[in-house]
C-alpha cells in the first residue's frame, strides 16, 4: 500500500515537510512509499523539502512537479534540481516505470495545462510571471510545454508495455480530464487536453489505468472504460492526505 498527497505547498504550509513526514510513517507504519502529485513547494526549496519529507517519513518518495514547483525559475532548471536528490527519492518524470510487482507499473509526468477545455480569455494565472519560459507568450508556452510531456508519457506508456506491464498507474499534476478540472475557477489553466487524449488513445493496450493528479485542491473521481482516474484534496496551509493506492486490488480510497 501507497500514501498518495497532492499540494502540500510546503513554502507556505504550517508543518514541516519533517513533521508531515513523521506523522505518516506513525499512521501508515506498513506503507510502502508516498506519491506526490506536484506542488510540493517552490523550485529553490523542492529538493530541501523533499529531503527533509523523506527523512521524516523514512520510505521512498515518487513524485513529479507542479506548476508552483517551478516559480521563480524555468522548467529545464527546475527539473535538473530534482532529478538526483536521493536514492529513495524518485523524480517519475526522469525515471524509467516503477515495477509495482504482479504486472503493474508506475510512470509519471508532470504535464501542463494547454486551454484544451476552456478559452485562455483574460484569467492570467501567476505562473506567466514566474516562471522563464512562460513570460513572453503564455499560452503558445504552455500548449508546447503540454505537447512536450504528452510525447514524454508516451515513450514510458510504450516502455512499459514492452516489459509485460498490464495494470498502468499515471502519476501527473494537471488534470488531464476535464471531469476532473470543472471545480476550478478557469478550466483553461486546469486541465490538459492533449495529455487527457494521449491516455484515452493508449489506454485500451493495458487491462486497467489509474491516473493520479491534483492542481485543483477538490477530490473529484472520474470513470471512462477502464481509466480510473482522481484528483486529489489539498489545503493550502495545512498539508493533508489525499488518499491511499493498493497496488494489490488496484484500488485508491481517498481520505
Known sequence: MFVWAADLHFNSARTSPFQFGSSLAQRFPNAKGLILTGDISVSHRVASDLKDLHFGFGKPIYFVLGNHDYWDSSFRSADNLVREIHNDILYLQSDFPVDLGNSVQMVGVSGWYDAGYGEPGEVLMEDFYRIADLKKDPVAASRK????????LV????????????????????????????????????GSKVLGDCILKHA??????????????????????????????????????????????FSVSPI
Open 145 to 152: 510545454r503540454a505537447e512536450f510531456m504528452a510525447a514524454k
Open 155 to 190: 515513450s514510458k506508456i510504450e516502455f512499459a508495455l514492452s516489459t509485460g506491464c498490464e495494470k498502468l498507474v499515471i502519476v501527473t499534476h494537471i488534470p488531464p480530464f476535464e471531469a476532473l478540472a470543472k471545480e476550478a475557477d478557469h478550466l483553461a489553466w486546469y
Open 204 to 249: 485500451p493496450s493495458f487491462k486497467e489505468v489509474l491516473v493520479l493528479c491534483g492542481h485543483t485542491h477538490f477530490a473529484q473521481k472520474y470513470v471512462i472504460g477502464n481509466i480510473l482516474a482522481y484528483s486529489g484534496e489539498a489545503k493550502r496551509v495545512l498539508p493533508v492526505l489525499a488518499g491511499t493506492f493498493d497496488e494489490a486490488t
